[in-house]
């Protein structure tokens, strides 16, 4: 039954701060299905591969009418609680989009200042209070380890409910690097998947927490190559290449990236995060040989794509749109086909989406 | 298929904005339903026909639990998205209970400041964003023409979704047009339709873009005579007394209010719209006039209507509420039943509607 | 049919005012149905069993998947406007996932800032306007009476919807009352009920309208002991006590709170209200004494049961949290499944619950 599936229960909240990286995952799971979503380390390979498996199932169910009216049925009984302490209209509106393609409802707390905390109430009280309401609660917080903070207290609760991490603090936002992963199987399930694909990193590399989960999660693969393509001030740090050396990824750190478009299966654009500037320094730095220009398509291969988490400022020129192999528009939708399938396998309902797939495709 | 209704495609920006208004309707309509609603001007005769007729069918059927149970079927896959940069709760409201009347789930962008603008995106990409998760884009925005410039962006993706203007700047409201007209049609359905009645305009006739697009779609029937009645700063402008000239519609401008009551059919009363002034100039106005009093009431015809887009201040003594010829607040209810009809003709259900409602009635 | 109920129809708004509390309801009922839900005081002996009742039956009926989709489809052809003039999240989302557990839809309006009332409307026109959309107005004002006032004014209309009061100023929040006496009938439905139980009000009893309420409330039961154990300047007001006294409920004002601990049934903590505080003379009042401890656990009777409605500070320790006898997380809960009842019998779809509830458990 539902309520007695809850995998933090039973471990203190020291021990579990304490606990590697890599063991942390049980934690959020249940048997190869997540319960929460909170690292994208959760994650290992056979795990990715359901989750695109779904993903893909999910979305091509979506194209039709009757389709989509079998979606709304799948979680219609199940409730959502977006809790977004920090703005992100676009990060919301993928995850709201999310919920209401699997029939899900929704409600939202954005602004902080409206709640009971102004009366002295405790944060933890709050959220286990607005909890109650919900089945799942979809959590973006400017602290770093709220969101699993927040899972650990709702498994000592008669009401464990599943928590999604939609980005937390510096360090984790796990559902990001998950559609990214899935935009690269997509763009490559004609080629044999992920696997021994090159794969660029480009812009600023050293901020956002986007570059570091992709790179760490696509060491699960075998066979990669990966680029780091930035100015050094804004280059990659070395816990990250330190993880790849360890996972046996081959990785080169370069400076000229004209050189190296032709050779690439995938070159991921980012933007420079100049919102973590302490004092405009990133003005002082030179990022334009750092932008994909509309001269560079003829470089790239006809087989590979052009990702881009956005927003995008100057990185990439509003010409290079049009080109088929732009594929960072399709990234954005993908997003929300990964979170609905999020939700599909957190609620264990995954079994009815090969069903009805099955019998679709027969 | 769906994905093939483009109306917009193969124009350039450029050559949209240059073409005469009476030309553009076919780049927002699908044979002859509308794709966007960008224009009261896109609504010819036999389409502005078929909006009342559907508009009519759907409220009907949903005086029903079976009859609603209907309509929360009939869009059920179809999500919008509610992006008001200008603010208005009321049109809001009106347009978020059409989406429901119809089971279409939406979510809404109403404060632009927690959007991602602020990182340097163009506003371009942020609405391309927002739009990729959902099937109806229902816009309203500062700048005139935003409407349509998005629609035709759209138009050059992969997912060209539809585009309804819920008001841009100070020149476009069609919806409000196609509600006035419906409550003309559904007041005078006893008495003939539209064609032949005579309709005057009172108050702030300058400014306010309702009269504006109602007295001109007003030209499409036959034998109307328009009075427009305001005191002299604030009389109607010479391009629409023009627009009717051309189209052989018979109007007067007339100052004596009291005068002409007991020839109406229909008194469209319009609120000051002092939001307009440049140094609060309106004050200077003696409107006093132009008001709708209690006394008035004996000298209108029992057979005629009194409207009034609202919100009024003292336009109307509140005690001509009570009157069966106030049909104001039922303009209001009509408001949500005409936009939940263009949803139903935007997506070509309209065909369900007819089916639905023939064996109802047989 | 639905629109002929009108229970506020034909008297005067001063006339209504005039009425004595106790005469009050049956303009608020529809036979022993609530229609608006304005006063805790409207509802006698018999409507609340029936309350208790349909909370219990919906709960039960939603503990499966089957059972939530049913009560998806019980009143999925109607929608709520949730009009929060006051911030409270809590209240708001408790309301809000009640419409989406019985099938309802809403929108709401929470800052009314962005509502047309800047542009000189009248309050009672602009929520005249917002309720044209819906078919049921919940309702939280900062202004007493505001919500029976509304009530009123739509009985006089076309469209007279019922009206839930959400909270208004400082007299009235009927479905707190509703949900603690639903939480005691839960606690005690093994033990006979709520007759003849001995509850202690402990805290802020002057101010705060959810003590009030409940305890005049309670005097509909038989038998029972109220004891108010507050600081001096904090303590229950004579008319309360006047109003008890009449009812014929016993009663004891006291100072010692560890002394009748072991007595209780039930310990009704509160918060000590301090922003309704003219110059911060809370301060000075010690109530550390009318905190619950987690050595007060062992003086407790073992079916006793601590409640509060929280947001708490200091008064219960987070220790307590854990023990059985702690129920007020259960309680926020169960405000949400007596305001899904309330939206049944409003609709009278109560019946259709009873039959449902009947096939599950024969």
Known sequence: MFRERNPMRGITWDDYLDLPSGEKGKYCNCGSNP??????QQFNRPMLERLCEITTKTRRIGKTRGGMNFLQDLLSEKRAMIYFVQPSTRTFLSFAAATQMVGMRHENVRDTTTSSEIKGESPEDTVRTFSSYFDLIIMRHPTGGFAERIAWLLSNTERPVPVINAGSGKDQHPTQALLDIYTLQ?????????????????????RGRTVRSLATTLSLYEGMKLYFVAPEPLQIGPDILDALKEAGTDYEVTYDFEKIIPELDAIYMTRIQDEWDTSEESRAIDTEPYHFKEKHLSLLRPD??????????????????EDPRAVYWRQVRNGMWVRAALMILIFERDGEIDRYYHDLTR
Chains 1, 2, 3 share one sequence.
């Open 304 to 321: 590979a794509v052009i990702m881009h988490p956005l927003p995008r400022r100057k990185e990439i020129a509003v010409e290079v749109d």
């Open 186 to 206: 997509r763009s490559f399930e004609n080629r044999g998947g992920i696997d021994g694909k090159k794969v660029a990193f480009v812009g600023d590399l050293l």
């Open 35 to 40: 319960f929460h979503v909170l690292r994208s």
